[in-house]
Every structure is written in C-alpha cells, then in structure tokens.
C-alpha cells in the first residue's frame, strides 16, 4: 500500500516568502506528526496532531510557522516569512493510533532551501 | 532539544563484520526506538524495545537496553553494504512525539 507522501521534494525559497509543504499520511493513520531536521542533525518535533486536533504545537519554532489538518487526514505545513534559518529537511510521519510505542511511518521528506 | 546522543558520530566497517551503536539519554523513558536512514528510503524504523524489557532481537539487529544507566545498543551483525545509513535512537516519553538523537553515520564497503 501507499506510504506517507509529501510534496513538493524540493523546494527553494527567497527570504520573505512564505511557503506550504504537504503531507499525505496513510489512510487512517490517527496521528500525524511534524518534524524539522537539520543538516546533520536528528529530526527535531514541530507539532502533532490527532485526527484533525492540533495537540502539541510546542515545537513550532516562531509564530511564523503554522500547520493544520483541516479534515484528518492531509496537512499542510506553512511557513511566512521565511529566513534563511529555515533551511531544513520537514519530515512529516502518521501512525495508526495515538500513545506511546506506536511506531511512526515517515515520508521522504521536504527539503527547504532559503536563499 | 535532543533527548539522545549516539556514539561514535561514525564508523566504517567492511561487509561481513559488526557493526555497534550506541544511545544515551536522559530521562526516563516508556520505550526506545531504532531508526535508519537512507537517502533512498527515508527514516524507517527498525525496533522498538520497552522499558521493562533488557534485549530483543529482530533478524540481523540486537537492541539492549539498560534504563538504569539510560543506554541503549543496537548491534548490527554480519553487515552488508546495503546498511550504509544514519541510525538514530528516538525515545517516546509522553506518547506522542518522538525524540531523536543526532545518530551514527555507518559505512560498510565491500
């Protein structure tokens, strides 16, 4: 069956503009997670949602970051304004159920450019 | 902020030998995962022990963990070139996000 997906792959931005990542988690997949990861680095958690329920938003780096998943299922990841800190790799994953020990399914990954 | 801290950084091995990582963190913790990746393939993730549990075992890989040190190993037996990937140790503490060390860098040639 489909994995997770999310597009765009690639994307390159100029600083001040503001951009929307997508994730298509695996149908009905419960959770969906964000995460940024940095070059080198471990994926680091942005925020977390139960079904359409955005329950964690403690990661969010700035108020410029914004996500929603209107109906459960897809999300959208919307960053304003966008600095040059901004380059990253957005990593969005889902799970079938929500609590602890669940394993997380990953999709490939956004990488953000910020020039 | 990082939970878990993987060592070494990297290692280079040749097919056919082990290959062992380590993770340490620091609180405690309601179960350990492993994750590769790749640039192929993503993040994927590999095993998943609990916190009342001190080893298991899935094909080729080996998860210790020991919570009274806050450690963890995954050894990787018999490598293959097709390992070469970032591992990484992610601990799940309230049950929802997962936190991710920095990981190992494995290289094996053949």
């Known amino acids: 069956g489909a994995g997770v997906s999310q597009s765009p792959r690639y994307k390159v931005a100029k600083r001040g503009q503001d951009v929307a990542l997508r994730c298509d988690p695996i149908s009905g997949h419960v959770s969906l997670f964000w995460y940024q990861q940095a070059l080198g680095q471990g994926p680091e958690f942005l925020t977390y949602?139960?079904?359409?329920?955005?329950?964690?938003k403690s990661g969010l780096p700035s108020d410029r970051f914004f996500a929603e998943r209107p109906e459960g299922s897809v999300s959208t990841l919307k960053i304003q304004r966008t600095q040059q800190e901004d380059s990253a790799v957005y990593l969005c994953?889902?799970?079938?159920?929500?609590?602890?020990?669940?394993?997380?399914?990953f999709g490939p990954g956004t990488r953000l450019t910020v020039l | 902020s990082q939970q878990g801290e993987e060592d070494p950084q990297a290692l280079s091995i040749q097919e056919g030998e082990n290959a062992t990582m380590n993770c340490s963190y620091k609180t405690s913790i309601n179960n350990l995962q492993w994750y590769r990746q790749n640039s192929g393939r993503g993040l994927v993730h590999l095993i998943l022990i609990r916190s009342n549990e001190r080893e298991k075992h899935s094909g080729r890989l080996r998860v210790t963990l020991d919570t009274s040190k806050k450690s963890s190993s995954l050894l990787i037996t018999a490598s293959r070139a097709a390992d070469t990937a970032s591992y990484f140790c992610?601990?799940?503490?309230?049950?929802?996000?997962?936190?991710f060390g920095k990981g190992t860098t494995l290289s094996v040639s053949s």
């Open positions: 949602f139960q079904n359409e329920a955005q329950l964690d």
């Open positions: 992610a601990t799940d503490q309230a049950g929802t996000a997962l936190i």
């Open positions: 994953a889902s799970s079938l159920w929500a609590g602890t020990g669940v394993e997380q399914f």
